[in-house]
């Protein structure tokens, strides 16, 4: 029986996983769940953000569906003690090096964008961040004093292996999809990212079913907020993918809505909302739980191979959404908004 590590963490998480596992029960009634701790609450109670046990728990369980981590209460510990190093070192245990952060419209919610509507319906593009490496984790990094001048330095560095391997999780996407990838690059300035173009053309005729194109990055950020529904797959180094996934996001016009998925080649996979632990209205029964639940969806399709399961959850919140039920984020002046709770009863009733 296939088990699921549940990691609820801090702020809103409990709640939002909460729905999301009763959504995955009646959607996949074989699944099994374990339920650990992570962030500030396992610091307040283990001593630190991510335990070994944790650990060995998420390794002999494969997937995890986590919640989300940290809060003002952490945020005056060392850095390498706050709650989102466990995050940190969760990716890195689990070796999961490629984000897939969809972005999609749905009909009914076109208004929420702060675009206007007719340019944003219709708009189903994906994200795909390389997680492990670039300037985010190349050496030498750090500050410097030296003979009484400060200096800071970040290397970015990609190696053959880390392109193509995340050059292959695009295309597989692509073709599982509208067949086009869009690479994002600064080639013009940076020969680490003229590389990196290098080895995904060489990918590129393994999937010929699939169209490449590159694109810029600073008018990638101009034509993603004109031209997001041209978009199928896009595929971006550890920076770039930072900034753009987050751009993608505001054109659905909230964070409630948005899942990820970090994935390695293992079958491992951590899944997880995009917003964050929204300590203001934690236990008030407030929170948005359908990122929670389509990251569920997206557990089901990456980490379990059961995408038909997924797809009837998609279809689930799609469902809610347009009989026009938005919890307090969603709604617009005059709409009543429901609770968590409700909203992910609506959901396993569309079931």
Request: proline share 6%; charged share 25%; glycine share 8%.
């Amino acid at each position: 029986m296939p088990r699921v590590l549940l990691l609820p963490g801090d702020g809103i998480g409990p709640e939002v996983v909460a729905e999301a596992r009763a959504v995955l029960e009646a959607a996949a009634p074989d699944l099994s769940y374990v339920e650990a701790k992570i962030g500030g609450c396992a610091i307040d109670d283990e001593g630190a953000p991510l335990s070994d046990e944790t650990v060995a728990l998420a390794k002999d369980c494969g997937v995890v569906l986590l919640g989300a981590v940290g809060g003002p209460r952490w945020d005056a510990l060392p850095p390498d003690r706050r709650p989102e190093r466990g995050l940190l070192r969760m990716r890195k245990e689990l070796g999961l090096y490629a984000n897939l952060r969809p972005a999609t419209v749905i009909a009914a919610l076109s208004d929420a964008s702060p675009l206007r509507p007719e340019a944003v319906e219709g708009v189903d593009l994906l994200v795909i961040r390389e997680l492990t490496g670039g300037i985010y984790y190349g050496e030498p990094r750090g500050r410097q004093d030296s003979d009484g001048v400060r200096r800071a330095v970040n290397t970015m560095v990609y190696d053959e292996h880390e392109v193509a391997r995340i050059a292959r999780v695009a295309f597989e996407s692509a073709r599982r999809r509208r067949k086009k990838l869009t690479n994002v690059h600064k080639a013009n300035v940076l020969e680490v990212t003229a590389f990196w173009n290098e080895i995904v053309e060489e990918v590129a005729p393994d999937y010929p079913d699939v169209t490449l194109e590159h694109q810029l990055v600073d008018s990638m950020a101009m034509v993603l907020l004109r031209d997001a529904r041209d978009f199928d797959v896009v595929l971006c180094p550890n920076m770039f993918g930072d900034i753009l996934s987050d751009e993608a996001a505001m054109i659905t016009g909230s964070l409630g809505m948005l899942p990820s998925a970090s994935i390695g080649d293992s079958g491992r996979g951590l899944f997880e909302p995009v917003h964050g632990s929204a300590p203001d209205i934690a236990g008030s029964d407030a929170a948005n739980p359908l990122a929670t639940i389509l990251s569920a969806a997206m557990l089901l399709e990456h980490g379990l191979d059961r995408a038909d399961a997924a797809e009837q959850i998609r279809k689930a919140v799609t469902r809610v959404v347009d009989e026009g039920y938005r919890t307090a984020d969603l709604a617009r002046a005059g709409e009543t908004a429901i609770g968590c709770r409700e909203m992910g009863l609506r959901v396993r009733e569309a079931l």
